[in-house]
């Protein structure tokens, strides 16, 4: 059977052990009015002053002994507790349980979550401080934090470890991913709580483990939130042993959404994928879900290339998967586009659909799936699969099996690779596809010594880099050099590419061209750190200009505001980049724009390193009104653009936008902006 899909935060369906917490309202026609836009998360409950300097003080000794523990390799672990409980009452995000409708029965107490949270961190704190770390070895539901690269915030995941797990041993164990659903109050402290057990959509196998990440929020594991998925695999793997052929996914709601994107940008990163009810796209589900007519810009539209599971749906053949939707859910509409789309490229979609069930799993058909999923990760991942199907758009997603695709003709327009082992060697036939990497596992049994691509023959060696001539043909070459100005795999853009990985926002201390684009700098800088902790729950490192170092230049993108007079990297680089900003103009190939009152925002590889970006005024590019559903939160901004900024900022835009497009693939400024 066939279904389709929706994501309402009915969140006992997503993620088991929260059902406590109160729940948010769904989201719906309200939350199409950009003038009337409710804050996410939303403002917490009210916490008497007594409670709260009972958990201050609590607070300060779980920090005193965070102090005296020092440097320790687990202290993550520790630290998560203390981030939770501080960010609860600094930024009022105390949400306790719903009043019991029952007038007669207890009333739930006031901070009774973070209290929870913060005896959890104390008993940990104390064990550590005397070196001794239970949870390391302890079974069921665990909670483990680990520090993001992104911004160095300490970030939970819960693990749960089955009961007959050897500490000692040496077999590797299933791992499940399970994402979970959109809960608007389920900032650190929910989420922490309580462990989720197998999670509303798991049966769990004999032996497997199960991976809960928090995802950064609500953000449906998109940006920061994709990365948060492989920050909890990389360090779960150094705590458990960790099979990574039997990689599952796993979702329901948002996290059904977060299985779509998971499985069809990394199709065979996984054994199986088992998506429940979510969405699959921005357009239609935005259409059908929240009667919302979308009218984007003709590079927004583009852009939807980047989460749009949809356009990517020939990759599914790579990965068997087992959807399931409710009978009467309107989330059923997620699978429905994707089995519409994957039969376009000849496949068929496993689609089991609970009878007269809404948003959540009907218990037959969970038995089904469970019994599946299983099935499927019985036989195992092959080592070398003899045929692939892969198309991307972009080069943040570019790779199948023993193919990586290093170089497009175009971005944001399809490019293909087909390919499979035939007569001891690898034949390929591509489409929009400049360069290539063919990487076998080392000793592959059926590991070919050379390649066909489209009909050049060549030779691949232990590692085959290739690259597409003038004359259309394939040549073998010793590297693809990333040293030259060009899009390569992670240094592509868009804007919002630049938080996928280590960055600083770097504040100007110079006096601005003029005070209206000062001021407009001043503010967006704010916003854009406040709303990376409320929406990606992380300080954004700060830097003044003054303060760049060398090692920041090398290892982290810069974000750079202000204008080439105020800050002083920006005057450093200004002349280096493809728009130029003077006291009177800003200069986009043959536009030209009074800088009194407009302002570039953009991104670009940073000259003073190849391998980094800067980004000039942004953070990243969705805003306020598209926190209110998850389909909304995808890149608004490309590559460049230029803000008139007497039109006041709002709630979808920081300006009006007056020109944008994309950079060429060698980031050159193309006369049609890249339409």
Known sequence: MFARCLFVPLFACALAGLASLPATRADGPGDNLPDNVRPVPPKGSEVPEAVKEEVRKGLAELQGLIKDIGKHE???????YEK????????????????????NAKAPAPAGTVKKVLAAGLERARALKEGKTPWATQTGGVLRGYVSKIDGSVQPYWVVVPTDYDFKGDKKHRLDFWWHGRYENTVEAGFMANSPGGGGGIIPAPGALILHPFGRFSNANKFAGEVDTFECLEHAKKHYRVDESRLVARGFSMGGAACWQFSTHFPTLWCANAPGAGFSETPEFLNVFQNEKVE??????????????????????????????????????????????????????????GPKTGHSYEKAAKEELNKRID?????????VPEQIKFTTFTLRYNQCAWVTVEGLAKHWERA?????????AAVLKTEGVTALTIRFPAGAPNAPTKAVIDGSDVAIGKEGHFRKGGDGKWQAVPSLDTNNLRKLPGLQGPIDDAFMDSFVMVA???????????????????????????????????????EVTEADIKNSNLVLW?????????????????????????????????????????????????????????GFTFREYDYLNNARQVSKMPDYAVLDITTPVNSRYPGKVVRAGFFGEKWELLPNDGQ
């Open 375 to 383: 099935a499927i990760v019985a036989k195992g991942k092959p080592a």
């Open 74 to 80: 687990l202290l993550a672990d520790v630290l998560i």
């Open 562 to 618: 202000g204008d080439p007079s105020s800050n002083a990297v920006l005057a450093k680089i200004a002349d280096k980049l493809p728009i130029e900003w003077g006291a009177e103009a800003i200069a986009a190939g043959n536009e030209s724009h009074n800088s009194k009152f407009h302002v570039p925002v953009l991104i670009y590889p940073n000259p003073l390193n190849l391998q980094k970006y800067v980004v000039v005024n942004s």
């Open 296 to 353: 984007p810009a003709w590079y927004e539209k583009k852009l939807w290339h980047m989460y749009n599971a949809t356009d990517y749906a020939i990759n599914l053949f790579n990965l068997p998967t087992v959807a399931y939707s409710g009978e009467i859910d309107r989330q059923k509409q997620a699978a429905d586009v994707m089995a519409r789309e994957m039969k376009k490229e000849g496949l068929e979609l496993v689609h089991l659909i």
């Open 416 to 424: 293909r690779v087909e390919g499979e082992i035939k007569d001891g």
């Open 84 to 103: 939770a409980v501080r960010w609860a009452l600094d930024h009022n995000e105390v949400f306790d349980p719903a009043p019991p409708k029952d007038k």
């Open 508 to 546: 100007p201390t110079g006096k601005p061209l003029n005070d209206a684009v000062g001021k407009w700098a001043e503010k967006e800088m704010a916003h854009a750190v406040k709303h990376w902790r409320q929406q990606y729950r992380g300080d954004a490192p700060v830097k003044k200009d003054t």
